[in-house]
């Protein structure tokens, strides 16, 4: 009786398969599911928020030879002046964001924004993003949109460093620069190194396969307070086409060679040209205690923990951009030459925040232009 007990016993236990290759096999159906739905629910949003924006006006693609560039125009196409606005690293919502500088010119000048390869409406591209092949971008799409140069350029951030280039190498179409605390250029070019290949390569493949969207809460913010939902929902349009991809990727890995390849070339010029200076503009710690309390209004609105102010490190931001000034900033200027300094301590995104005094630095600038 024992010995058949057991004999059954064995025989069904050699019959049993192992169960985790099910479990493992059953997990990995599921997670494709999951992530072709993903895929799917983005797949169809970003053609929902491109309608949008093509009804709103935003968008014109405009090629560049093996890929289009966006070319968003507002304002008089028969004015005065031609602002082309540049946006800085890894901004795709200028053509949105700068408008609470911009909306004030546009009776007057045409307003244009022209996204770089991998930004906002424009195409991705593996084409290595050098200082030179940007430029030529920037050219070759405003050309062909029949937006004739000379143009006032309004760089931002590292895109001080393409109109640097812009104005050293054809001079005569630009008329003037407002740079908008744009990167500051030197011998000794502080910049940090990027991301690791493997991880620039798995960020890219997250993106395009539709995870951006679920992760989008941590990167894309909301415009300041005051802009309408529309603008805000523009804003998220933009941003979210992006994210992270080849043309980024590129630039970001050549960007030092960028910012050295310009300074190597940069040429003194006669063209006018202000600079905004808000990271390294202040002029009293109330300004920086100002900026910091403005800042924690933006984290309290997405929930982020506020900065303490301290008066002490308030103090020493001044010294520190008086130091930066004098031993950085001025020699730039002056080798890029007919450039005035406009200090306007605050944060980096400054038409963000004082966009009224950047609207009445652009305006006194456009008016010496005119009085020329």
């Not at 004030?104 to 030179?132: C, E, M």
């Not at 405003?142 to 937006?147: D, E, P, S, V």
Request: aromatic content about 8%.
């Amino acid at each position: 009786m024992n010995n058949k007990t057991t004999g059954r016993r064995l025989g069904a236990g050699s019959e049993r398969k192992p169960i985790l290759p099910k479990m493992l096999l059953v997990m990995a159906v599921m997670l494709l599911l999951f992530w072709a739905v993903i895929f799917a629910v983005d797949r169809i949003k970003l053609s929902g928020e491109r309608d949008m924006l093509d009804k709103k006006g935003y968008l014109n693609p405009v090629s560049v030879g093996d890929y289009s560039l966006n070319v968003c125009t507002c304002g008089n196409s028969g004015g005065k002046h031609k602002l082309v606005a540049m946006s800085g690293a890894g901004v795709s919502n200028l053509s949105v964001d700068l408008r609470s500088v911009t909306d004030r010119f546009t009776d007057d000048d045409l307003i244009v924004f022209v996204d770089r390869a991998g930004y906002g409406l424009s195409d991705d591209t593996k084409t290595p993003q050098t200082v030179d092949r940007i430029v030529s971008d920037y050219r070759t799409a405003l050309k062909n949109a029949g937006i004739e140069a000379p143009y006032v350029l309004l760089p931002h951030s590292v895109a001080g460093a393409y109109a640097s280039y812009w104005v050293s190498k054809y001079p005569e179409e630009v008329e003037g620069i407002v740079f908008l605390d744009s990167t500051i250029l030197g011998d000794d070019i502080e910049f940090e190194e990027g991301v690791s290949g493997f991880t620039d390569g798995l960020e890219i493949f997250l993106c395009r396969t539709g995870m951006y969207r679920f992760a989008a809460g941590r990167y894309i913010v909301p415009l300041p307070e005051g802009r309408s939902e529309e603008d805000n929902a523009v804003s998220y349009a933009l941003n979210i086409r992006s994210g992270w991809n080849y043309a980024q990727s590129s630039e970001n890995r050549l960007m030092k060679q960028n910012l050295n390849d310009t300074w190597d070339e940069l040429e003194t010029t006669d063209v006018p040209k202000v600079y905004i200076c808000s990271s390294w503009g202040y002029t009293s710690a109330d300004e920086v205690i100002g900026n910091i309390q403005w800042l924690n209004d933006q984290r309290v609105r997405r929930g982020v923990p506020r900065q303490e102010i301290d008066t002490d490190v308030a103090r020493a931001a001044v010294s520190q951009s008086e130091e930066k000034r004098e031993k950085s900033l001025t020699p730039y200027l002056d080798r890029l030459g007919s450039c005035e300094l406009e200090l306007l301590g605050g944060d980096h995104f400054i038409f963000d925040q004082k966009p009224e005094e950047c609207a009445e630095i652009i305006e006194r600038f456009l008016k010496k232009l005119d009085d020329r």
